[in-house]
């Protein structure tokens, strides 16, 4: 299992700033505790020059693995500091954590995974809680630089679907959902949807905080709200960094669809 998969090679703009920082405390890190395999598979696998066309290809090749990589490790950084919400990293939530990256991301990336967000807890530790606040603050700038809306979107659902695998999300998970939300560019109302996604088929109460109105709301209001959701939750706004990126984003949609459903329903529409 290469580590290089993840934050070997070329890191697209995690090379740099706040998230290149925490980058190259994981590599420290990760060689003074002789993880096995930590080589890039960028290296190992690279492809000899041939002319302008291997070139191109290559180029392009390195440019949707890298973006798709520095997502994936700015998934990781945040994950690490939800997890750590209440000042405690329990063996419920790494468990959760393998589960979630298992089920999200195969079989090769739970010990990947995991590995470099035990590094981030210790990059944590030494560097204190406010500090790290102060990184990941940085890092959510960074990320909201090179990140659009629909896939800063996607990076938020997986951090709640990561808080609430283990069945319940504490106050301390939400308060820090509700800011990297902010540092992201989003808002606490998108959490308070995600939240509610699980439960929005059948429930009508939950299916209206997932459209992010109030029961009140006019059949035209509900309607646009359900347009606006589906815009900007599309699971094609999110193809470029991966299929299984775009399969959870496939899941999101369906909720959202299941939620107007049920509040169609209610509502003779």
């Avoid at 504490?170 to 560019?185: C, D, F, Q, R, S």
Wanted: with cysteine.
């Amino acid at each position: 299992m290469a580590l290089g998969k993840w934050i070997g090679g070329f890191l697209g703009f995690a090379q740099g700033g706040p998230l290149g920082a925490i980058v190259g405390f994981v590599i420290g890190w990760l060689f003074d505790k002789q993880v096995e395999s930590f080589a890039s598979e960028e290296y190992n696998n690279r492809e000899y020059d041939n002319g302008p066309s291997v070139h191109s290809a290559r180029n392009t090749r390195q440019a949707y693995e890298g973006q798709r990589n520095s997502f994936l490790f700015s998934l990781l950084t945040l994950s690490a500091y939800i997890i750590r919400a209440d000042g405690r990293v329990m063996h419920s939530e790494m468990e959760t954590l393998r589960r979630f990256l298992r089920t999200n991301f195969g079989e090769q990336a739970v010990s990947q995974g995991e590995n470099i967000v035990l590094a981030i807890f210790d990059h944590q530790k030494k560097m204190g809680a406010a500090a790290f606040r102060e990184t990941i603050r940085s890092a959510c700038e960074q990320i909201s630089w090179h990140l659009s809306y629909s896939e800063r979107l996607q990076l938020l659902n997986f951090l709640v679907i990561l808080a609430q695998a283990d069945g319940v999300v504490a106050p301390e998970e939400i308060a820090a959902l509700k800011e990297v939300a902010t540092y992201l560019g989003l808002t606490a109302q998108d959490v308070d949807s995600m939240l509610n996604l699980s439960g929005g088929a059948g429930n009508l109460e939950a299916a209206y905080k997932v459209l992010g109105i109030a029961p009140t709301a006019t059949d035209d209001e509900v309607k646009a709200a359900y347009r606006k959701m589906a815009l900007k939750h599309h699971p094609d706004r999110v193809a470029t960094l991966g299929e299984d990126v775009r399969r959870a984003a496939e899941q999101k949609f369906k909720e959202i669809n299941e939620a107007k459903e049920t509040i169609f329903k209610a509502r003779n529409l």
